[in-house]
């Protein structure tokens, strides 16, 4: 008979605790010493001010569409073909004015409505790209330079819609956990108002909740990493592209502000630049973060990883053509 089993080392469990909480400790009282903790707090707190009202946006206009809107009207509207709805609402993304904290909620109402998951990622990717907010702050950011507008339109709708159709070809439906009607189950028929208010209610707490923690990420790269290392990539075209990209995620600008951001990185190509304001509204920390509170951390490290190489790409190769 095989002896039993005998748990790990008690010193070993404390090691792998204890030494990742040393280092941390260490960081923060050099951060503390530089200042930094004013500096971490004041960035979290403005990436949470930035994208609170965003999030109010979208969870106001998730809990209308679960309250109020049948769902025979999405299947009237959308073709039934996922592969061709995903371009119809890639295009659809356009007509909401909001950021990356407002579409999550969104797509996951459609999803809840019977939306074909494809059309409701592709949505969910285009909605904080190419609304015409973020297009006209482009095109202001950029004063005479529209080849910069188009650019970002195309590459950012370009990623969208090959990201729904890539989850039309390869998505499983075990990578995704579709999110839950929030007005219960086993209850009669509510009055709308009552499922609106419930709906923005449920919504708005779990998504408000990762929002701060992606939040909290960003600021922490903010503080620790010195804007002299980037400027070190700055003069090498090969290197500016995915620095940028990378950047973007980390710094979770809103996507209508990202574009001012963009447009004072002078020392980096138009390309690369193209990249910030194309990768930051699909893939940040917050979105990430938010994609995992919705739809599960597996499928959030999947789709965002893909949609990163993507926007890449697309940037690479529109940021080419113009």
């Known amino acids: 008979m095989a002896p039993a089993e005998t748990p790990p080392p ?42 609170v009202p965003f999030l109010v946006l979208g969870t106001v206009v998730s809990a209308a569409i679960g309250a109020f809107v049948p769902e025979r ?14 371009p119809v609402a890639g295009v659809a993304g356009a007509v909401l004015p909001g950021c990356e904290c407002a579409s999550v909620p969104v797509a ?14 592709a949505f969910l990717l285009s909605a904080p790209a190419i609304n015409p907010v973020v297009l006209v702050a ?3 950011a950029f004063p005479g330079k529209p080849e910069m507008v188009l650019a970002r339109l195309l590459a950012s709708l370009a990623t969208a819609v090959v990201m729904g159709w ?7 439906p075990e990578w995704l956990r579709l999110p839950k009607s929030s007005t219960g189950h086993g209850e009669g028929a509510r009055n709308p108002l009552e ?8 919504d708005f707490l ?17 503080v620790l990493v010195p804007p002299s290392v980037l400027r070190i990539f700055s003069d090498s075209p090969w290197l500016g592209v995915p620095v940028l990209a990378f950047l973007a995620v980390v710094l979770a600008v809103c996507s209508e502000a990202d574009a001012f951001v963009a447009a004072s990185l002078t020392g980096f190509s138009p390309t690369a630049r193209l990249a910030f304001m194309v990768v930051g ?42």
Do not use: C, Y
């Not at 996951?108 to 494809?118: K, N, T």
């Not at 890539?166 to 499983?172: H, I, K, Q, T, Y």
């Not at 499922?195 to 449920?202: A, C, D, I, T, Y």
């Not at 990163?308 to 790409?313: D, H, K, M």
């Open 73 to 86: 009207v999405f299947t009237r509207v959308l073709p039934k073909n996922p592969a061709l709805a995903v």
């Open 195 to 202: 499922e609106f208010r419930r709906g923005l209610q449920h």
């Open 10 to 51: 008690r010193w070993r469990s404390a090691l792998l605790i204890g030494v990742p909480a040393v280092v941390a400790a260490a960081a923060l009282v050099t951060v503390w010493d530089a200042g930094g903790v004013q500096t971490w707090r004041t960035v979290m707190v403005a990436i949470v001010v930035q994208g």
């Open 108 to 121: 996951g109402s459609l999803m809840r409505r019977g939306v074909a998951p494809a059309a409701a990622l």
């Open 166 to 172: 890539l989850w039309v070809a390869f998505g499983r």
């Open 281 to 322: 509204p699909m893939v940040d920390l917050k979105l990430i973060a938010l994609q995992s509170g919705a739809f599960g951390r597996a499928f959030a490290l999947r789709f965002s990883s893909a949609t990163f190489l993507v926007a890449v790409v697309a940037s690479i190769v529109i940021g080419g053509a113009l």
């Open 206 to 222: 779990h998504a408000g909740g990762f929002l701060v923690v992606g939040a909290a990420a960003a600021a922490t790269f903010n």
């Open 138 to 140: 482009t095109a202001i």
